[in-house]
């Protein structure tokens, strides 16, 4: 399912149209396309733009019934495109029997947990130069859906942060496939999410891999979709053998699951 939006803007006698694909949704996304030397703004920033013309942006888990994008094309004229946001219902999830260390860590653990989130986030500013975001996903490993995007979540009966990504069950060394091409930006064992790979798939959206088994491939590699980067473990603050599989826009946690629909 694929959900165009169109915005009218009426500025200097001009009619101007934006066409919007994507999951207008909290913790959602969208992509448009704009005219060559065009300038777009989202939430107070400038949004990276392709060379062709495309740009993304995000939608947080809680973010209101509304959200306003501003383009200036190149002689100046700035039209701004209202977009309606569609509210979501999200779950309470109880994991019991994950290691305790990873619920309530010493001093050192904490350390290096904090080592790990400067590494993560930093791998999550950079920008890579890629520009296949608008391939179509497709999953990176079949199983049993044991967690979902933005459900409360208590580990061991203490609540922690909300879940930011979706969780897909599947026995130990099952391999694990690039969703759409991407270059490595990370790939490091962690505390949190163990053995841990982050993709780069342009205009600022990165994919995230977390508690594998093994790890298949390196920073710097540029995967195409469908090659094996790793297979699926239990590393980390983790339960089972599952794949943790995130979606970020910068820094803010989107629903991977909605990646599968478009396009």
Not at 162 to 190: C, E, M, N, S, Y
Not at 215 to 224: E, N, P, Q, S, Y
Not at 233 to 247: A, E, F, K, N, V
Request: net charge positive.
């Amino acid at each position: 399912m694929r959900l165009f939006i169109f915005c009218f803007c009426l500025f200097v006698n001009q009619l101007q149209a934006l066409e919007f694909s994507g999951a207008l949704t909290q913790g959602g996304h969208a992509f448009a396309r704009v005219e060559a030397g065009s300038k777009v703004m989202f939430a107070g920033k400038e949004v990276l733009v392709g060379k062709n013309g495309w740009f993304g942006i995000g939608f947080n888990r809680n973010h209101g019934p509304e959200a306003e994008v501003a383009v200036t094309d190149a002689a100046g004229v700035k039209t701004v495109h209202s977009l309606l946001i569609t509210p979501r219902k999200f779950k309470v999830q109880n994991v019991n029997g994950v290691p305790q260390k990873t619920v309530t860590p010493n001093k050192t653990q904490n350390t290096r947990a904090a080592d790990d989130s400067r590494g993560i986030k930093a791998a999550r500013s950079g920008i890579s130069g890629f520009e296949h975001f608008l391939t179509a996903f497709k999953q990176p490993v079949q199983g049993r859906i044991s967690g979902v995007y933005g459900s409360r979540r208590t580990y061991n009966g203490a609540e922690r942060s909300w879940h930011k990504g979706l969780d897909i069950a599947a026995p130990t060394g099952t391999p694990i496939a690039a969703p759409a091409a991407g270059r490595v930006v990370f790939a490091a064992d962690t505390f949190y999410n163990g053995n841990l790979i982050i993709l780069d798939h342009g205009q600022q959206f990165f994919t995230i891999y977390a508690h594998l088994d093994t790890m298949a491939t390196a920073v710097g590699d540029d995967l195409k979709q469908g090659q094996t980067m790793g297979t699926v473990g239990t590393t980390g603050r983790s339960t089972g053998p599952h794949l943790h599989w995130g979606l970020y826009w910068g820094q803010m946690a989107l629903d991977p699951a909605l990646l599968l629909t478009d396009f």
